[in-house]
């Protein structure tokens, strides 16, 4: 991961000092490789692998999709290889994997995302997926490509995400996480999801712990991990050494080499990971601005877009960060995230899906006037006003 | 024979050394700096003073200074200055040649026991060739008769104020230049020599060592011009004298200061301010001079805007000399500290909407500090074991040299360390008796060397490394000239490194046959090693920092064989030509090895073989009348061999052109440099790959909606070349007087005509047909500066 951010810093570097970009010209399609990613998980039946194809310039690729966990390559920017053979072989046998269907496609739909199913009911009998033994994986493309590789599941007895969510001041609070050693664990992989990408980090140690203050350098700004407002996941993964070595590996942009991949016939990963600590925390943090902080509910609107939200400043300052949650619907409780701006008095409020930077429900653009909140959502016509509740601190 | 006199040689009384029974090796430690006085008696006098232009002010170096009717004389130094000590009192008659003037006379009354100064102004003038004589040569001409000089270029701060530059001339680019070198691209002021590796490059201040001497991430060199005396640049073969890299080894060496007085130069241009001062003391015994420079982009913005520009550098050097005793004893102290600071916040950059970034920090500073006292005795000394001598010279150094960097992403997000703390002591001692010299050295250096990567927001190590080892030297070396038409050199340097457990010798021999006294063929070879390296990788065009390693248990100690020949043929007193053929093996070589496990110690390189040979090609106009300059082209091919697979390394470069030229027209000076070179080899990308990440606590790939990043795929290695490269640059100043201050404005036109140089290219595998875009080295880029003489 060191290295993955000299990398990054290699192309920052690289677009400072070559901002002069000519001669863009037309080059070859390359002959494609087959990718295969593949990760044997205990904590679940179904066992994904993805199989798609390199970008060779063969197709154009859309961009800018909702991401689908269903669908994870065509939404992804990927290219996916249908009907593809698809096997995993262990000390109880061969388990022959399935191309998945994706909700509300045709069945001839390609999604490149195989189930390979172990330990299911009887109609399958399949064994079930054993820890601590090595497996073998078997990938055949209709074209005759042909890719393997394997794997050591780590012996430990995942942990199932529960439904306990503690409330976490990142100002006074850091999560805490010990876990014990778990053998053929090459390594343990920290995970926080965020607003702004996964926060990520290998450890060999059996516990770590966050600063509410922790920053992601896997963020384009350096953004922190826990935003105020956001219900964020952590956890801890066991880990074999294929996925260590692949995911804390990465090609850098001048040379296109650096992965390290352990599949023979193509490129990718066939490793296993183990959940085997996760908690679930609300965030929060303490009141910077009063007067501009707190819960806010619509009061005019053209259309109902959101109904309440509450708002932080994340980072005080100018340009101000702000960041917080929302609800569509007081009434149904579910709550999603939201994230924003204010630069010289306008305000800027990004209403996310999926708690996910990335993935915009609707913008609302406007500025602050004593308790109300006047502005307009991007593509709607009418003004929209926002009145703050009186003091919830 | 040629001997390094750090001051023009002066008669001393006849003295006997005092005796000793030490044997040889302690007779490196000896520095008996104590002398009785020099024999200055009442009826001499000492005879001080400064050249300048008439019509300009300005000091004008190598003008021979004579006194008329007596053997005393010497050349003018980088400032004009000269001293002579030892002349009879009485009226004299001082003459003052240079071929770009003309002579002068100068009546001066020399009075006992008192140091006169005077100044002499000349006319410039036409050049005449023809029956001048002079009693000075240049330094080059010297390295010519009296040495092998194999590989040796040397050049004066005159030679290099001519190449047009960016803001003010540096030292490593004016480098580059130079037949054997070569530079992977704009960006970058590293260098290779003769087909080595980047960091096989020994960088010397005044002798000191000194690492990663780049500012702005190799966009310029630590040297501040003003303080630059000479520079001497070895790209092979070099003597025993120097170890631990394998291809080259640059000295730069202080200027010294003659003028008395207090005086200096302060500069102006696009990229930084500077200001030099300096002096030397009246009777010439001891001078000084302190350099400081600093941009100042971070500073303008801040005042002019709202925004901030992250990044700034700053650099200090001082340098003083004094002359001990009454004979040529001599203590100098160099010193010098340089910094550079990019460090911002993403919320300052760019527009609102990185409200909420982070800061980042990447700071890398050098320091070097050293001591060194030397001392020459010229009459009838006689050592153990040495026999009579004609002189004995002994010199010893000690040095403190660091180098750091630091990056921390996020307030402790990710902190990456890496420093190199190196002392030094170093000395010899030297006997001549008529062509025959013999040296005897030893130079022990002690490093400390961290690297540090890690989390500290998280308690995270991610890897650490300590190393402290010591690296041992003797060496010896004989230097004669067994005929009037052959001059050989042969010595043994024998080394050791702890933490490795490695022991090597290192013999290097080097000869010159003169076929006539204006050509000469020379012959060297060598063996060298190197147990210091950079963690850089050579395909990598962007060198940002250098993390350095030492060889120990897990690393090898790098070797390489040098093999030279040449032939050198003086054209005139001030032209010359050279052609050298090079032939360079390697061994262990060292190349990060990019799949290294964090938790493994011994997996960080991969180690490598490989060849490189050449020739390079010189035509050279020495600095004296109105045109100088210099022609150089380089042929070459490196190959290394990894694994059992070969390929080009990143600065495998075939052709180098470089035309410099420098012409003096009254107050203007014009400087041009054309370069043409082919291109160097890069990895095509033949795909894009996206990556997904699985989380094991949902099962999923790709959650919160960040799907994965799209990855090059590189082909085969560096099996592609970049297409030709062309620049042509182009200066212009115009010296001035005002108020008894010399002013010099100029302008450059870096990339004059625009030429498209690829830096790199971008590849886009995401459309149907995919494309390629070529990224641009430097553009057309005017700068403008004013320098002024004080």
Redesign the interface.
């Known amino acids: 991961?060191?290295?993955a951010?000299?990398a990054r810093?290699?192309a920052i570097?690289?677009c400072v000092?070559?901002?002069?970009?000519?001669?863009?010209?037309?080059?070859?399609?390359?002959p494609?490789?087959v990718?295969v990613?593949a990760?044997l998980?205990p904590?679940?039946q179904?066992q994904?692998v993805?199989v798609?194809r390199?970008?060779?310039?063969?197709?154009?690729?859309r961009?800018g999709q909702?991401?689908d966990?269903e669908d994870?390559?065509n939404?992804?920017?990927?290219i996916p290889i249908s009907g593809a053979q698809v096997t995993i072989s262990g000390p109880d046998g061969t388990v022959t994997g399935f191309e998945a269907p994706v909700t509300g496609r045709p069945s001839t739909y390609s999604s490149g995302r195989y189930l390979v199913v172990f330990g299911a009911g009887a109609a399958f009998a399949s064994p079930p997926l054993r820890r601590g033994v090595r497996y073998q994986l078997r990938v055949r493309t209709p074209d005759g490509a042909e890719v393997t590789g394997s794997t050591v599941v780590p012996d430990i007895v995942?942990v199932v995400?529960g439904s306990r969510v503690d409330v976490f001041n990142r100002d006074r609070d850091s999560v805490r996480l010990t876990w014990r050693s778990v053998t053929a664990a090459r390594s343990y992989?920290?995970?926080i999801?965020?607003?702004y990408?996964?926060f990520?980090?290998?450890?060999?140690?059996t516990n770590?712990?966050?600063?509410g203050?922790?920053?992601?350098?896997f963020a384009s700004?350096?953004?922190?991990v826990f935003i105020p407002g956001f219900r964020q996941?952590v956890?801890v993964?066991a880990?074999d050494s294929n996925?260590f070595?692949y995911?804390?590996?990465?090609?850098?942009?001048?040379?296109?080499?650096?992965?390290?991949n352990n599949l023979e016939g193509g490129?990718?990963l066939f490793g296993a990971?183990?959940?085997i600590a996760?908690r679930s925390v609300d965030v929060v943090q303490d009141p910077r601005e009063p007067a501009f902080e707190g819960l806010w509910d619509i009061a005019v609107t053209p259309r109902s877009v959101v109904e309440t939200f509450r708002l932080y400043v994340?980072?005080p300052?100018e340009?101000?960060?702000?960041?917080g949650w929302y609800a569509r619907n007081r009434a149904n409780g579910v709550l999603e995230g939201m994230i924003g701006?204010?630069?010289k008095g306008r305000i800027?409020l990004e209403f996310l899906?999926?708690?996910?930077?990335?993935?915009t429900v609707a913008v609302f653009s406007g500025e602050q006037r004593g308790d109300s909140l006047i502005g307009t959502f991007t593509g709607v016509t009418g003004r929209v006003v926002f009145l703050k509740r009186r003091s919830q601190f | 024979m040629y001997r390094r006199v750090r001051r023009s040689a002066r008669p001393l009384p006849p003295r006997d050394l005092p005796r000793t029974t030490i044997g040889v090796l302690l007779a490196l430690l000896l520095v008996a700096l104590s002398r009785p006085a020099a024999a200055q008696g009442p009826e001499r006098g000492t005879l001080a003073g400064t050249v300048v232009d008439d019509s300009t002010g300005a000091p004008i170096p190598r003008v021979t200074v004579q006194v008329v009717g007596t053997t005393r004389g010497m050349l003018t130094d980088e400032r004009g200055g000269f001293v002579i000590r030892d002349v009879a009192a009485g009226a004299h008659t001082v003459r003052a040649r240079i071929l770009s003037h003309r002579p002068r006379d100068v009546a001066v009354v020399v009075v006992a026991g008192v140091t006169i100064t005077t100044t002499i102004r000349l006319v410039a003038a036409p050049v005449t060739l023809g029956a001048v004589r002079t009693r000075a040569r240049p330094p080059e001409r010297d390295r010519f008769e009296l040495a092998p000089n194999v590989g040796t270029v040397t050049l004066t701060p005159g030679a290099m104020s001519g190449v047009p530059a960016i803001g003010e001339p540096d030292v490593l680019r004016t480098v580059q230049l130079l037949p054997g070198v070569n530079a992977r691209n704009d960006f970058s002021s590293g260098y290779n020599v003769r087909g080595g590796e980047s960091d096989q490059n020994l960088i010397l201040l005044d002798g000191f060592p000194i690492y990663n001497p780049f500012h702005l991430g190799g966009l310029f060199s630590t040297f501040l011009e003003e303080t630059v005396g000479e520079i001497e640049l070895l790209t092979g073969g070099f003597g025993v004298r120097h170890g631990s890299r394998l291809s080259s080894v640059l000295d730069v060496r202080s200027a010294d200061p003659a003028r008395p007085g207090l005086h200096g130069t302060a500069g102006i241009s696009v990229i930084a301010s500077s200001l030099s001062i300096g002096s030397a003391s009246r009777n010439g015994r001891s001078s000084w001079m302190l350099s400081g420079r600093r941009t100042y982009a971070d500073k303008l913005v801040s005042a002019l805007s709202d925004r901030t520009f992250p990044y700034h550098f700053s650099d200090a050097q001082l340098h003083a000399a004094r002359a001990i005793g009454s004979g040529n004893a001599r203590v100098e102290l160099t010193a010098y500290a340089g910094a550079d600071q990019l460090d911002g916040d993403f919320t300052q950059l760019g527009d609102s909407s990185r409200a909420g970034g982070g800061t980042f920090d990447f700071d890398w500073s050098n320091q070097v500090v050293g001591l060194s006292l030397t001392d020459v005795w010229h009459d009838g000394a006689r050592l153990p074991l040495l026999g009579r001598a004609d002189s004995v010279g002994a010199e010893q150094r000690v040095s403190f040299t660091r180098f750091a960097t630091a990056l921390d992403l996020g307030a402790g997000a990710l902190a990456l360390t890496n420093s190199v703390h190196e002392l030094r002591a170093a000395g010899a001692v030297h006997w001549h008796r008529g062509g025959h010299e013999r040296r005897l050295g030893y130079e022990l250096s002690s490093y400390d060397i961290a690297y540090d990567v890690g989390s500290p927001s998280t308690g995270n190590q991610l890897f650490d490394l300590r190393q402290r080892p010591t690296a041992q030297a003797a060496y010896y070396q004989e230097s004669w000239r067994p005929t009037r038409r052959l001059l050989g050199e042969a010595g043994l340097r024998a080394e050791h490194v702890t933490g490795r457990g490695w022991s090597g010798l290192s013999p290097r021999v080097s000869a010159k046959w003169f076929a006539t006294p204006e050509l000469a063929v020379s012959a060297a070879a060598g063996q060298y090693a190197q147990w210091l390296h950079s963690l850089n990788r050579e395909d990598i065009p962007v060198r940002v920092f250098d993390f350095w390693v030492a060889s120990d248990e897990f690393v090898e100690v790098s070797r390489a064989t040098h093999f030279v020949l040449g032939v050198e043929r003086w054209l005139g007193p001030l032209r010359f030509a050279r052609v050298e053929g090079w032939y360079k093996r390697y061994e262990h070589l060292l190349e990060q090895n990019t799949a290294d496990d964090p938790a493994r110690r011994g997996d960080e390189f991969l180690d490598a073989r490989g060849t490189s040979y050449g020739f390079d090609v010189l035509l050279r106009q020495l600095e004296a009348g109105p045109f100088s300059g210099w022609l150089s082209y380089t042929y070459a091919l490196s190959q290394r061999t990894e694994g059992g697979t070969g390929y080009w390394p990143g600065h495998d470069r075939r052709h180098n052109v470089n035309l410099v030229g420098t012409w003096r027209a009254g107050r203007y000076t014009f400087g041009a440099r054309m370069g043409v070179a082919s291109g160097t080899p890069f990895t095509d990308i033949v795909g894009q790959v996206v990556r997904r990440a699985y989380d094991a606590s949902t099962h999923d790939y790709g959650t919160g909606g960040f799907a994965g990043e799209r990855e090059p795929l590189g082909g085969l290695r560096n099996a592609e070349r970049y297409p030709l490269f062309q620049r042509l640059d182009l200066s212009v100043s115009r010296a001035g007087t005002w108020r008894g201050m010399t002013l010099v404005p100029y302008v450059s036109l870096v990339n004059a005509y625009n030429a498209r140089n690829v830096f790199i290219y971008t590849f886009d595998y995401t459309r149907n047909p995919p494309t390629r875009e070529a990224s641009s080295q430097f553009p057309l880029l005017p700068s403008l500066g004013l320098t002024i003489g004080f």
Do not use: W
């Open positions: 991961m060191a290295r951010s000299l810093l290699g570097a690289l000092v070559a901002a002069c970009t000519f001669d863009q010209q037309s080059v070859a399609v390359q494609p490789q990718v990613h990760v998980d904590g679940t179904e994904q993805l798609e390199t970008l060779s310039g063969a197709v154009d690729i961009k909702r991401f966990p994870p390559i939404t992804g920017g990927g995942p995400g992989l920290v995970r999801e965020s607003p990408g996964a990520l980090q290998f450890t060999d140690s770590v712990t966050l600063d203050d922790l920053r992601n350098y700004s350096l953004e922190r996941r956890s993964a880990v996925y070595d995911y804390r590996s990465r090609n850098d942009p001048f040379t296109g080499s650096g992965i390290i490129i990718g990971a183990v959940n996760a994340e980072t300052g340009p101000a960060a702000l960041s701006n204010r630069s800027v899906a999926n708690q996910a930077a990335v993935d």
